[in-house]
């Protein structure tokens, strides 16, 4: 039997694709580009979930612009279609200029109201500096994969995440993490013991989009279509 949300006293947020909406930043980005060579755009999202995970699997170390220039060159080859470099380059560094969900700063106003909240995040430091002037709330712990020098799914990024939580006099059990993507957060946080919230923000489209499916059966602790129910069930309302 799960706790209540309200019993713990930190939330980690994976952002993109919880708080920021990667897909239709990626679709702004790659949807002209799809249009012109006559692409099915789910295809080329769903083709770059794949890809995306490869590029930081082979090149952990690979800062996230570099990675994303990397992920559309090689969805390019794949086609037979050619990448310019300042093609792959711009897309590299539209991470800033991602959108935020509609209800992601509200609902992160509410939630540090009552507990600590700290990012966990597949991005370097400067991009998720930029998309966090767009969420309106000041975080306690941030860890990127810059950080670590590795993507999640890897172990080790909530490894660090657990290392930081001293600095912001947290503790492990009183954690709960927070996110989109079964593959990239539920499966390895639900490995470690942590308890779950999955933001399903693709319940009323179905498919995993740009993020791989989970390799095995993943069961989050809870589910809720948008942080602005989560926020709602964690307030009672």
Known sequence: MPRAVSDYRTLSFDCYGTLIDWETGIEVELGPWAARHELEFEAVLASFGQVETQVQQESPQMRYPQVLAEAIRRIGRGLGIEVGDEEAKEFGGSVGGWPPFPDSAQALKELKARFRLAILSNVDRRSFALSSEKLGVEFDLVVTAEDVGSYKPDQRNFLALFDGLESIGAERFSLLHVAQSLFHDHEPALALGLETVWIDRRAARGGSGATPPPPITVTPTWTF?????????????
């Open 225 to 237: 279509p948008s942080m602005a129910a989560f926020a709602a069930a964690v307030d009672g309302r």
